[in-house]
């Protein structure tokens, strides 16, 4: 069963800390994302990698950087957390062009 | 920027109904997906449609696609309590990534 995971469903944090998310796929996928979703927004994409070192900005990379150094892993960095960063993060994987993307079950970011 | 914008926002209907929401998107696309969310949680892929397709189908899911209008259809034929989620369409202006709507909220009643 194909699986993308989230370090953490529920994490809290205060104004001006560093905060890692971690996302890790099992299915040897070279595209992985980073959404956030907050309500009536929908999702906007933050960043994407489509091969291990690689990245690039999605539409909202301001405040947000990234991370690939091995291909099952991919993590989004808030340099200085700000309170208008509290949203759902979701991470999502694909494999190839065109394809389905998998999504891990989300990150619930609340910063104080 | 998004791509796709869902309508309606919001859908209520009983069990047993049908219901139908639409997509339009702004730019050419090389194929359209709609992705289902139960409250909370990730999101999970219902359906891929190419743009050279006009229709596909996938148990009681139906999808449209008419690239002359820029829009799509999503119909979920006798639904049930449980097709109570958000449901949002998506589109790749590029080869790699995709872009969400806002999504619509269906809920079901027993």
């Known amino acids: 069963d194909v699986k993308v995971t989230q370090s953490s469903r529920y994490l809290v944090k205060r104004t001006g800390e560093k905060v890692f998310l971690e996302c890790v796929q099992d299915m040897d996928h070279e595209n992985m994302f980073w959404y956030r979703q907050d309500p009536g927004l929908g999702l906007r994409l933050i960043y994407f990698s489509y091969d291990v070192k690689m990245k690039e900005k999605g539409d909202i990379p301001e405040g947000y950087s990234v991370s690939r150094e091995k291909k099952e892993r991919f993590s989004l960095i808030l340099e200085s957390a700000s309170t208008n960063q509290t949203s759902m993060y979701l991470c999502?994987?694909?494999?190839?062009?065109?394809?389905?993307?998998?999504f891990g079950p989300g990150t619930r970011l609340t910063v104080l | 920027s998004q791509q796709g914008e869902e309508d309606p926002q919001a859908l209520s209907i009983q069990e047993g109904e049908n219901a139908t929401m639409n997509c339009s998107y702004k730019t050419s696309i090389n194929n359209l997906q709609w992705y289902r969310q139960n409250s909370g949680r990730g999101l999970v892929h219902l359906i891929l449609?190419?743009?050279?397709?006009r229709e596909k189908h996938s148990g009681r899911l139906r999808v449209t696609l008419d690239t002359s209008k820029k829009s799509s259809s999503l119909l979920i034929t006798a639904s049930r309590a449980a097709d109570t989620a958000s449901y949002f369409c998506?589109?790749?202006?590029?080869?790699?990534?995709?872009?969400f709507g806002a999504g619509t909220r269906l809920t079901v009643k027993p």
């Open positions: 449609i190419r743009s050279n397709e």
């Open positions: 999502a994987s694909s494999r190839g062009t065109y394809n389905e993307q998998f």
């Open positions: 998506a589109t790749d202006p590029r080869y790699r990534d995709m872009r």
